[in-house]
């Protein structure tokens, strides 16, 4: 018997399975998925693999074939279904196999398990205390402590005895091997779930989530699931639909999983997932320990838990049967991965269910324009929400002209009707979010007497001032001093520009000293409890004021915020990205509709240098239709997604000019054998060109059609084999971010 073993080696020459010898010790004990150590090379060095499949012939010389060693110990093995969804992605998105393979595994591979131990007393009463007087005799202390404990209670924990009584582990060992007493480990997992609350009410459903869930239901007992679409304003009730929803599965036998795009909204979710189905409700996210991460694996396999949560890598957990998978906030750009392979969320989703005979359920106030352009060709069900549960009506929006301020003399981060609303709401003991996309304390620093721009020497991009006068690269963590002078014409004018949280901090407490704030952005959430202890805070109203980046808009329900403001809200707006439009009028739909969601009514002032344009225009309207409308001209125009589809062929190297020549041959050898209906773009410096010491060049290939893309980059991956370029090359389907 052979094995087909792909090894753990993430290069492109080595991306096909190698045939094993099976020992007779592993035949009957070895199955596909499972992880083994494999001699490999020249020099036989062991290494970790994974098993792909079984012949019973060998395709060389049966005397040349390596035997595997062994199966790795305390291994991940990869299932029947995510081996195949393993090679679904790797030939949708191009990677190597190994890579798609350690993507489907949200575990690391080898992982201590947590044994709990006891140590249980063997001996009767009446043979202990005989031992126990002959160690008082021979003044063995520690023993005769042991043994006196031991009488108390029959069983007592490991940890109890070597701490608190502080027995030494020679001693617990000295008396079992006497016979007085025995060491039992029992395997216990890590669980990562740290909340205590009681039962929450159950919610009843209103006529239209009602009739959702029915109709999700009806389709799944059938036997013919679906994807739907639930477009619900923000406040509208789409998370009761989710749990009513994942509750019917369960009671089923069958697991669900739920997306959320961000870990900051992790908190707010599980609180609302536990309360329903207590410890059958775990997490997987990347704020994990590698045990944590390993122990919901087993878990999940095991069949301790029902419901998972997390963003995209929650996907790959290893259920049995998976009867539902939901995705909130479905447009977020989260969702898709950065690193090889390139998949998107929605579409891994998609191919998970039709493994599982699954539904999928997509939920967001502002959908993508591919799942909306989708629910309206039929190929998902559409449901909408359009009132909000608690009665109250969407937020009232005030859109303010920065440069209208500017002009008439206020120079300050708040416009006047902001700092206005900001007094009331303070004056009334209510709650207010301030949003800006940005982190850190300042933009970019320069000399203002010749414009000099501090840089990252490694990285083609501006670095930014930090608390203490320090500048960072927020690319490769690059840091230096801010320098008294400028180091180009020796001026002594250095400064930042652009405010970040952090100044908007200090501003707010300047003008409202009494103001009770929190921060929430990439530097005050770097801890593994650091987003649920700031969101809990202003949870339970221990602040009046919550400043941060676009993490705090996204999905959090807090009643007693009636105050929204954004600022600037136009800077993603000047983003060099054909989908800037539709993320700068998700991202205000979606900060707006924190404002309100309470019995109290809700007011938010979008801050713009642009307030006639349409993003900003349809997103202080709350219009959806209407943006939708107005993109998809654009995008039909243009041929971009969803009109058409987008590949991005991605070439990163060392060396400027071989990583540019490389961009140019694979082009014109793309296009030699392009399709008529397919058009090829560039090669082009990326957008940030230089990024860690590597250069980065790119091209884009549009076409209606998926498939021939996937068969555009087959060909592109084979003149690659032929080439054995020293440079990398990365395939990027319908990319969220352009490079």
């Not at 005769?144 to 020679?170: D, F, H, M, N």
């Not at 927020?474 to 008294?484: I, S």
Request: charged share 25%.
């Amino acid at each position: 018997m052979y094995a087909d073993v792909i090894v753990d080696i993430s290069h492109e020459k080595l991306d096909k399975p190698f045939s094993y010898r099976v020992p007779e010790r592993l035949e009957g004990k070895l199955e596909a998925g499972m992880c083994v150590t494999v001699p490999f090379g020249g020099g036989n060095k062991l290494i970790k693999g994974f098993v792909t499949g079984f012949r019973e012939t060998c395709p060389f010389d049966p005397d040349k074939a390596k035997e595997i060693r062994d199966i790795a110990q305390d291994s991940v093995g990869v299932e029947e279904k995510l081996m195949a969804l393993a090679v679904w992605l790797r030939k949708n998105y191009g990677s190597t196999m190994i890579q798609a393979l350690k993507t489907v595994l949200p575990a690391k591979q080898t992982v201590k398990r947590l044994a709990h131990r006891t140590v249980r007393r063997t001996l009767g009463r009446e043979e202990t205390l005989s031992l126990l007087g002959e160690c008082q005799r021979k003044k063995q202390v520690a023993k005769a402590r042991l043994l006196s404990a031991l009488l108390e209670q029959e069983e007592i924990p490991y940890e109890w005895l070597t701490g608190k009584l502080g027995v030494s582990g020679q001693t617990v060992g000295s008396l079992e091997r006497a016979g007085a007493l025995q060491v039992v480990s029992r395997e216990s997992f890590r669980d990562p779930v740290k909340l205590e609350s009681g039962p929450e009410e159950k919610k009843k459903l209103d006529e239209a989530q009602r009739e959702i869930v029915e109709a999700v239901m009806e389709d799944l007992e059938a036997g013919t699931p679906r994807t739907y679409l639930i477009h619900g304003i923000t406040g509208s009730g789409k998370t009761e639909v989710y749990l009513e929803l994942i509750e019917r599965v369960v009671k089923k036998g069958r697991q669900a999983v739920m997306l959320i795009p961000e870990i900051a909204l992790t908190y707010q979710t599980l609180l609302r997932f536990y309360r329903r189905f207590g410890s059958r409700v775990s997490v997987m996210n990347s704020m994990l320990s590698p045990g944590e991460k390993y122990d919901q694996c087993q878990r999940a396999r095991k069949g301790e838990i029902d419901v998972i949560i997390g963003p995209r890598s929650a996907l790959f957990t290893p259920f049995p049967d998976i009867g539902i998978i939901v995705m909130d906030e479905e447009h977020e750009g989260s969702y898709k991965s950065e690193s090889s392979p390139k998949y998107h969320a929605r579409e891994a989703a998609l191919e998970v269910a039709r493994l599982h005979g699954a539904a999928v359920v997509l939920g967001s106030a502002t959908p993508s324009l591919e799942a909306y352009s989708r629910a309206e060709s039929g190929q998902y069900r559409l449901f909408t929400l359009s009132r909000r549960l608690t009665g109250g009506s969407l937020p009232t929006v005030y859109t303010v002209d920065l440069s209208r301020e500017l002009r008439e003399g206020n120079r300050s981060i708040f416009s006047r009707k902001l700092a206005e609303l900001l007094a009331d709401r303070l004056d009334k003991g209510e709650q207010s979010i301030l949003f800006l996309n940005r982190r850190g304390y300042a933009g970019f620093v320069s000399c203002r007497s010749c414009g000099h721009v501090m840089k990252c020497p490694h990285c083609d991009v501006s670095l930014s001032e930090h608390t203490g006068g320090r500048l960072v690269c927020h690319y490769c963590g690059f840091g230096q001093p801010k320098p008294a002078r400028c180091p180009k014409c020796g001026s002594g004018y250095i400064g930042g520009f652009k405010a970040g949280t952090q100044q908007i901090e200090e501003k707010l407490r300047e003008m409202f000293p009494r103001a009770r704030c929190l921060r929430m952005d990439g530097d005050t959430t770097k801890t593994k409890d650091s987003y649920s202890r700031i969101l809990s805070s202003f949870a339970n109203r221990e602040a009046d004021v919550l400043i941060g980046t676009q993490m705090i808009v996204k999905g959090h329900d807090f009643p007693g915020v009636t105050l929204v403001g954004v600022l600037a809200a136009d800077l993603s707006l000047g983003a060099a990205d054909y989908r800037a439009g539709e993320r700068t009028f998700q991202l205000l739909t979606q900060a707006v509709g924190r404002a309100g969601r309470g019995t109290a009514p809700g007011e938010a002032v979008i801050q713009t240098y642009q307030p006639e344009h349409y993003a900003v225009v349809y997103a202080a309207a709350q219009d959806y239709e209407g943006f939708y409308r107005e993109e998809m001209l654009y995008r039909e125009l243009l041929g971009y997604p969803p009109a058409s589809h987008l590949l991005a062929v991605q070439i990163f190297g060392g060396d400027r000019q071989k990583a540019y020549l490389l961009a140019e041959r694979l082009a014109q050898s793309l296009r030699e054998s392009l399709p008529g209906q397919a058009a090829l773009m560039g090669p082009a410096p990326a957008s940030i060109e230089k990024l860690n010491d590597i250069f980065r060049f790119v091209f884009y290939i549009k076409c209606r059609e998926y498939d021939t893309l996937v068969q555009i980059k087959d060909r592109a991956e084979e003149l690659l084999k032929q080439w054995q370029p020293q440079e990398s090359v990365q395939f990027d389907f319908d990319p969220v971010h352009t490079l």
